[in-house]
C-alpha cells in the first residue's frame, strides 16, 4: 500500500491546496479558487485560530484529503469544557475507497488528545461517524409560522435594519442573553463575534429589530442560499421585536407559503410566538447524523467536570459514586466520600456518558444500554446530575 503521512498543514501550498479540495467538494457551484482563498482567511483570522488546526493526508508532497479540527470552549451546564469542533472531512476523489477517511478519523482521536480536548464534537452526515464511536447529542427543533397566521397582526411599531460593523457588542449581547444559557453554547469573545459579523457583510447581514428609542431588542439570520423561508438563528427580547422580524422575513420570501424558525422549545423567543400565533413545531430526529460527539482526552473533560457534578450534587444528594468510562483506569469521585474503596462504581459507555452530558437521554434509559453498569441506588442520583432537555446548538455557532 502507497505510505500515506497525515499531518498537520506545514507550508502555506499545503493550506492552499487543502481549501482547494474543500472548496471544490462543499462549494462545487462557486468559484472554487475565490472560495477557497476566502475560506483559508476566515478560517486563519478566526480569534483562537492555532496554526495545525488543518490536518492533511499526503502521499509524498501531494495533498489527498484532510480535515479541520476547531479549539472552542463549550458550555455545558454552568462549565466549559476544551473540544475539538470537527469538520471540512475531505478525500480527493481519485482516493475514495482506499480507507483514507478512516485513517483521518482515527487521527482526530489522537489530535484531541494531543491538544488534551476533552470533547469532539461534528455535525455529521448520515451512517459514517458511528462507527467511529460518536454518537447522537442534539436534536433540532424548528418552528413553522402560516404566512396567514401573520398578516392577522398589525404592523410591529419596531423597525428592522441590517447589521453594521458596530453592532458586534449588542449581537454578542443578545447572543449570550438567549443562548448562552444552553449545553452546546460556544464561549465567544467580542473578537470573535466582530470577526463573524465581518464575515456575514455585506452579504447576508444579521438583521436587527429596534424599538422606538432605537435599542436593538433582537436579530435575525437568514441563510445566504435557498431555502430562504428557513432562519438560521432568532432571539427576541420582546413580542414587538420578534414579529418585526416575522414581517420582514415574511416580506423577504414573498413566495413562501410558511417561514420557520429555529428555536429551542423553551426560549423566550419561542414563547412570544406560541402565546400569539398558530404554529407547528417538529423535532427532527436522525439517528447517527447531524450533531454527535464523543469523548475525547478524559483528564481533561473529568477536571472541567468535576465542579459541575460537585454543584449539582450539593442541592440533590443521594448517594456517593466514582465513576468510569468505558474500560479506562481513570475515575471520577462524584459525592462526599466517594474516594472511598467501599464507594460504588458507575459504569458507563463513551456514548452513553456523552448522551448524558448534554441531557439527550435520561440515565435510566441509558441504564438500560449494553456496556453500562449503574447500580440501582445511584439511578436516582444520575437522574438528577443529567437532566435532560438542555442543549442547544445556535446555527451561527455551526462549523
Request: hydrophobic fraction near 45%; proline fraction near 8%.
Amino acid at each position: 500500500m502507497t505510505d500515506i503521512t497525515i499531518r498537520s498543514a506545514a507550508t502555506s501550498d499545503e493550506l492552499d491546496a487543502f481549501f482547494l479540495l474543500a472548496a471544490q467538494t462543499f462549494a462545487p457551484d462557486s468559484y472554487p479558487p475565490v472560495a477557497a482563498s476566502r475560506w483559508r482567511q476566515r478560517v486563519e483570522g478566526t480569534p483562537g485560530y492555532v496554526p495545525g488546526q488543518v490536518r492533511c493526508a499526503l502521499v509524498g508532497t501531494t495533498l489527498i484529503g484532510g480535515y479541520i479540527l476547531y479549539e472552542r470552549m463549550m458550555r455545558l451546564g454552568s462549565v466549559v469544557v476544551p473540544t475539538g469542533c470537527f469538520a471540512s472531512l475531505v478525500v480527493h476523489p481519485d482516493w475514495h475507497g482506499h480507507g483514507i477517511a478512516t485513517a483521518l478519523m482515527h487521527d482526530v482521536t489522537m489530535r484531541a488528545h494531543e491538544r488534551h480536548l476533552g470533547l469532539i464534537l461534528l455535525d455529521g452526515i448520515a451512517g459514517f461517524y458511528s462507527r467511529f464511536g460518536y454518537v447522537d447529542v442534539f436534536d433540532t427543533t424548528r418552528h413553522t409560522i402560516s404566512r396567514a397566521s401573520l398578516a392577522a397582526w398589525s404592523r410591529s411599531p419596531y423597525q428592522v435594519r441590517p447589521a453594521t460593523p458596530d453592532d458586534a457588542p449588542v449581537l454578542l449581547e443578545l447572543y449570550e442573553r438567549h443562548y448562552a444559557g444552553y449545553s452546546g453554547s460556544f464561549v465567544r469573545s467580542l473578537a470573535w463575534q466582530r470577526h463573524d459579523l465581518a464575515w456575514r457583510l455585506p452579504d447576508h447581514p444579521p438583521l436587527l429589530a429596534c424599538d422606538e428609542t432605537g435599542q436593538v431588542r433582537g436579530y435575525l439570520l437568514l441563510p445566504l442560499y435557498a431555502p430562504r423561508h428557513h432562519a438560521v438563528e432568532a432571539a427576541a427580547d420582546d413580542w414587538n421585536a420578534a414579529l418585526a422580524l416575522l414581517q420582514y422575513h415574511a416580506s423577504a420570501v414573498a413566495d413562501a407559503t410558511d417561514i420557520d424558525w429555529s428555536l429551542p422549545p423553551d426560549s423566550p423567543t419561542f414563547y412570544a410566538l406560541a402565546d400569539r400565533l398558530n404554529l407547528t413545531s417538529r423535532t427532527y430526529r436522525h439517528p447517527n447524523e447531524g450533531w454527535m460527539a464523543l469523548p475525547a482526552h478524559l483528564p481533561t473533560l473529568f477536571a472541567a467536570l468535576a465542579p459541575l457534578f460537585e454543584e449539582r450534587w450539593r442541592v440533590v444528594g443521594g448517594e456517593a459514586f466514582r465513576l468510569q468510562i468505558g474500560d479506562a483506569a481513570l475515575m471520577l469521585a462524584v459525592g462526599q466520600g466517594s474516594g472511598a474503596p467501599e464507594r460504588l462504581t458507575v459504569v458507563l459507555t463513551p456514548q452513553g456518558f456523552v448522551q448524558l452530558l448534554f441531557g439527550f437521554r435520561p440515565a435510566h434509559w441509558i441504564a438500560h444500554q449494553p456496556g453500562v453498569s449503574i447500580p440501582a441506588a445511584i439511578l436516582p442520583t444520575l437522574d438528577a446530575l443529567f437532566p435532560t432537555g438542555h442543549a442547544w446548538i445556535a446555527g451561527s455557532d455551526a462549523f
